[in-house]
């Protein structure tokens, strides 16, 4: 009960923009802190590009080559490097917030639902942009696999409609859930610590915090490399027609 | 009861997730083994089939919290 009332947010203000709140709160905060520093880390990089990369230029081009080589090439092909600058950047966006959250203090904007709502929302509507910049009209038959019978065809369109519809919500859900867990999982050994009040017994889940701890950044890196290989194969499967 | 359901409905859900990932890293390792030069192709497949399957025991998670915080008030 207490620890899921840590995850409450108590707005700083009480501001209404036609109905809709706007109020600033701390996830809010993160979410800006997140951006400002993808924009001024890819800033500095890119700010004297020089042919033998050195220093932050070193290190961002290593980001960019592993986004390019790691997801892109092996999942939308030799017509996805376009997509590179955008997929890096909903890489680097989604690390810094989940990372932000790991800092005393900080909080995890990707534990609240519609902070990952909104993030695959932009995916979904990118990826169906996408279909039909590619194909035009006749995306609307990626819905319809290929040589299936006529009277098959309606049946198989509404449960694709169905299947296109699911997949910003397990995106969504699964970086929140993922992020909500680990947190709930650190506090609950940091609460067993307390709970005791005993000095022999503490260190003991003190330790499993650590672990834990050690845990969640590893989950941090690998839930932002889990979504944006995710966007990148529903964009492969967007504008790589497969009939 | 409702904290005794929703405590047995997230253990089935982790034994069942369990149960998927360790399928799908053991059949992963069989694969590198035999194959080493595609470790590389194999460990993408491997890394998404287990966030797909890593997925359904958060949604049982997220059903879990949502029942817990209705319990507890």
Known sequence: MHLVEEFALHPFTNWTLFGLDISLNKAVIMIWLAAALVFILLFIAGRKAEMVPKGVQNFVEMIIEFIHEGIVEPMIGKKGTPWVPFLTTVFLFVLFMNLLGLVPGMYTATSRLYVTASLAMIIFITVHAAGVKAHGVSYIKNFVPGGVPAFLAPVLFVIEMIGALAKPFSLAVRLCANMFAGHLVLGAFIGLALLFKSLVIAPLPLMGAVVITGLEIFISGLQAYVFTMLSAMYISDAINSHH | ?73
Do not use: D, H
Not at chain 2, 35 to 50: D, K
């Open chain 2, 1 to 73: 009861m409702e904290t005794l359901g929703a405590s047995i409905g997230m253990g089935l859900a982790a034994l069942g997730t369990a149960l998927g990932i360790s399928y799908v890293a053991g059949k992963a390792a069989e694969g590198t083994s035999r194959q080493p030069e595609a470790a590389g192709a194999i460990r993408t497949t491997m890394i998404i089939g287990a966030a797909l399957i890593e997925a359904i025991a958060l949604y049982a998670f997220v059903i879990n919290i949502l029942l817990w915080t209705k319990i507890t008030g």
